[in-house]
């Protein structure tokens, strides 16, 4: 997994794109108008692991709360603007950190060099934002809805920020189907240096929304594509961020907590993994603890995972066996491994800090 | 997404890859030698979608329980075989449709041989499953914990069923690490014409085990690979089989549900859009209803997914818009919306059978 080269852009402090970790985003669904509510959930998307977190901008009103949004909240905004360049003026100067707008659908020339201007002034990067819903007619009925035709749709837009001298671009490619997705950003990926912003649009409510996310957005990410990422959920966005953390940790992009290898336990199996697993999940939930930790039920793969781990087990007969980096330490009765391998993680995690 | 060509194997009179549906496994965790027990869920994993159930034979007594277990299981059975031929050659004479077995893990040539020629007889297909926990020391050293270690394993494995004569192959790489699996199943499928039995191994309890096997397996059939798959979980099989049809149905390869799409539903949005799209998916659950349902919010990107769906509502004003095969058909109160979406849905379907 070698993560393709792309140009950072700043966005209130927080760099995006380039050697940056990769953001999760989330998007909150209060009337943006109601400054308190809407501050209340993008503190909860935060503390829940959003490093940005989009609002929309669909009126002056909007406009207006930004500012106490700006001041108050713990991570920088982004403005979610359609069609109104004032909208976007106005979310600029009011502090946003970032806009989500597609030039091209300004109608006229004036009205996107004025945005363009205001933004470049105050250092607020621009994203472009195609989505399958809402494709121009021309490119679909010239390519049909294709990565093609997203694609092209994109580059519109960038063109015309280019063409102003305007370089803190980041792109999405959005379609609520998957293929189409992850075709389309790996077509613009080989065509253009900006940082992407990936999701699947319109996947659904909790459960199969997140299998089609993992899946679009988790491919992308083995490629090397991606620097930011939201997984939209039909509903209230708070559970957005931990399955877009969740993605990261999967593929071994974030370390923030124990990576638990565990087998599925066949017939073969001498040990309750699912029940050591799932306390050892329990027990760390939340704490920093960048380890990978293996319970394994018989001696076929066991060893070798429980090994291969920091910490790892594997049954196999009366006693399982604990491993430590690489190498045996001692044989553990199955009643005692739980305690066993938690003391173990709390003493690697101590002398790692020590 | 365009399927890879593979060699088709017959399994029990189940056909498993060239052009055959991608088919779901799970594998039982009972004591197989409890033939009651473990029938139970074999049957439980059937109805729940497994096409195809794997039970591990670690002793004679497992292998004199196949019998009853082939008789009376509703799907085809795989033996999970390690090292000893005899249990291989018993477990086909008792009538196990497919093998789960690495021939180079066979000590004797003879032995390897006389199984071959069982299975040969017999017309059951052999699956060479590499496991990154159990990889030959030898190719470990010389290539490290690699793709090219991987696939070499597997390649050793089908040298020896292919100088005898056999071809009835399948091959799975497996390893607990997400983007390992992936390159090592990619780089075999350029080398070999074997179908491919996907799966990420010992990925964990249901939660973080769901992620990595929904990015896993999704890319793998993203990039047309893959004939069958298992979604490993520590603990029950019981949510297997479940976990698989949704990738398949997050793709698009699996069409015997609504897919419903359905927007974020930030600040812009109108309707309820989660209440509808659950209601929606809560009410058709388990129903055959291979149509698009889209749910959406707003005038941004509603009507244009409203319009390609089968079906789609598309929210905006005082009433939300209906549409119907693309085309507007009424306006809708929303809180007639989810009646009228069924209602749509029903008569749908009903002429789709008529």
Do not use: W
């Not at 027990?283 to 930790?293: A, H, I, K, R, S």
Request: glycine share 10%.
């Amino acid at each position: 997994m070698t993560r393709r080269e792309t140009r950072a852009v700043t966005v209130g402090g927080l760099r995006l794109g380039g050697e940056a970790p990769i953001l999760v985003q989330s998007m909150t669904n209060t009337d943006t108008r109601d400054a308190e509510a809407t501050l209340a959930q993008i503190r909860e998307l935060a503390a829940r692991g959003a490093a940005l977190v989009r609002v929309s901008v669909y009126d002056q009103s909007c406009a207006e709360a930004l500012r106490a949004l700006v001041d108050q909240s713990p991570v920088p905004l982004v403005a979610d603007i359609h069609f109104d360049p004032e909208l976007a003026i106005a979310s600029i100067e009011n502090g946003v950190h970032k806009l989500r707008l597609n030039p091209g659908n300004i109608e006229k020339k004036a009205d996107i060099e004025r945005v363009v201007a205001c933004a470049k002034t105050h250092g607020v990067p621009i994203r472009i934002g195609v989505n399958s819903g809402s494709l121009p007619r021309d490119l679909v009925e010239r390519f049909g809805l294709t990565p093609a035709a997203m694609v092209k749709a994109a580059l519109r837009h960038v063109a015309i920020l280019e063409r102003l001298g305007f370089f803190d671009i980041v792109l999405s490619l959005k379609a609520s189907d998957v293929p189409l997705t992850v075709e389309s950003c790996r077509a613009l990926a080989k065509l253009s240096p900006y940082p992407q912003h990936l999701g699947v649009t319109e996947a659904g409510i909790q459960g199969m929304g997140n299998v089609k996310s993992a899946i679009g957005i988790g491919s992308l990410l083995l490629d090397g594509i991606g620097d930011t990422l939201r997984v939209s959920l039909s509903g209230s966005p708070l559970p957005e961020p931990k399955a877009g953390l969740d993605i990261l940790r999967a593929l071994g992009l974030l370390r923030d907590r124990l990576n638990v290898v565990s087998c599925p336990s066949c017939g073969r199996c001498t040990l309750d993994v699912a029940k050591i697993a799932g306390r050892i999940e329990a027990e760390t939930q939340g704490e920093n603890l960048p380890f990978t930790v293996a319970v394994m039920g018989c001696a076929v793969n066991g060893p070798g995972e429980a090994r291969r781990a920091d910490i790892g087990v594997a049954g196999g007969g009366a006693n399982a066996v604990l491993f430590k980096n690489g190498r045996f330490v001692r044989a553990v009765p199955e009643e005692r491994l739980a305690e066993e391998l938690l003391a173990e993680i709390r003493l690697l995690s101590a002398q790692n800090k020590g």
